[in-house]
């Protein structure tokens, strides 16, 4: 009799329930996909052998905090750069002078600087074209009239427009700062062609655009030494500036959005607290009438 039993006990516990056969199938499809696609993450964000790209290191952006802005006196002395130095070869065409007004200069100022620009309107009475001093309304001008004439001066090398040349490349201010003081001779073997120029942190380490931040290329207004770092950290938060004007408005409008809700979350959970817990626990009890005997 006990043999029967040990018998039968075993062929119970050595059956296979066929009902979990779909759940382990599909537990095991998933098992599989989900080491697939960690397996090809890892091999996307590896470091390749062939990559001679430096990626930036982060920096701490006064604008890129929480409760951050702009340094408006670094944005400033950023334009002073731009217009010394960067403006002989890349433009700003969707930049205009009224933009710096409130920003980085006064009224006056600003409309200084238009001034010192010779700018092409027209057509007059007669139907030509002349020059004119520049005006609030104007865009910075570009360097070339047109795109043919850019890359003729500069061996075949467009040099980009900057109006928003930091969220148009991947690492942003970083990159901006690295690659203008990542310039350096290259290392034992690796050749360039004549005209280019070798910088870790551009794309394929050669670069078209030589080394344009030198210590004390300028004098700045307010007595900053002008070191290469300051430089180029003032000529990127100028930069992110023209790119993102609006980003200390959007960041006071979402302070003051973050505490309206704040304000409108207790004031919810009051009501539902104490407003409407007599609702939440009521009972509805049904009674029957009673019928006459």
């Known amino acids: 009799m006990a043999a029967a039993v040990g018998r039968i006990s075993a062929s119970r516990?050595?059956?296979?329930?066929?009902?979990?056969?779909?759940?382990?199938?599909?537990?095991?499809?998933?098992?599989?996909?989900g080491g697939a696609g960690a397996l090809f993450l890892a091999l996307e964000t590896s470091v390749k052998a062939t990559d001679i790209e430096l990626h930036p290191p982060k920096l701490p952006w006064d604008h890129k905090k929480i409760l951050g802005g702009y340094d408006h006196r670094s944005v400033r002395r950023g334009w002073e750069v731009y217009k010394n130095v960067c403006a002989a070869c890349h433009s700003m065409r969707y930049l205009c002078y009224r933009d710096l007004v409130g920003a980085t200069h006064t009224e006056a100022e600003a409309k200084a600087e238009a001034e010192e620009q010779m700018i092409e309107d027209g057509p007059n009475d007669v139907g030509e074209m002349f020059k004119r001093p520049g005006k609030l309304s104007d865009h910075v001008p570009s360097p070339y009239p047109n795109e043919e004439a850019a890359r003729a001066a500069n061996g075949g090398a467009y040099p980009p427009d900057l109006?928003?040349?930091?969220?148009?490349?991947?690492?942003?201010?970083?990159?901006?700062?690295?690659?203008?003081?990542?310039?350096?001779?290259p290392p034992a073997g690796v050749a360039l062609r004549e005209g280019l120029h070798y910088n870790p942190y551009f794309v394929g380490g050669a670069i078209g655009m030589a080394q344009a931040l030198y210590s004390e290329i300028i004098e700045y207004e307010d007595g900053t030494p002008a070191t290469q770092s300051q430089l180029a950290k003032d000529v990127t938060n100028f930069l992110a500036w023209a790119a993102f004007p609006e980003l200390e408005e959007r960041k006071q409008v979402g302070i003051k959005s973050i505490a309206l809700l704040s304000i409108l979350l207790f004031a919810t959970l009051y009501l539902k607290r104490f407003r409407f817990s007599v609702m939440k626990t009521r009972k509805i009890q049904y009674n029957p009438p009673k019928k006459d005997v």
């Open 13 to 33: 516990l050595l059956k296979t329930n066929s009902s979990l056969a779909p759940f382990q199938l599909w537990t095991s499809i998933g098992v599989v996909a």
């Open 163 to 185: 109006s928003y040349i930091i969220p148009a490349r991947h690492g942003g201010e970083d990159y901006v700062f690295h690659l203008l003081t990542g310039y350096h001779e």
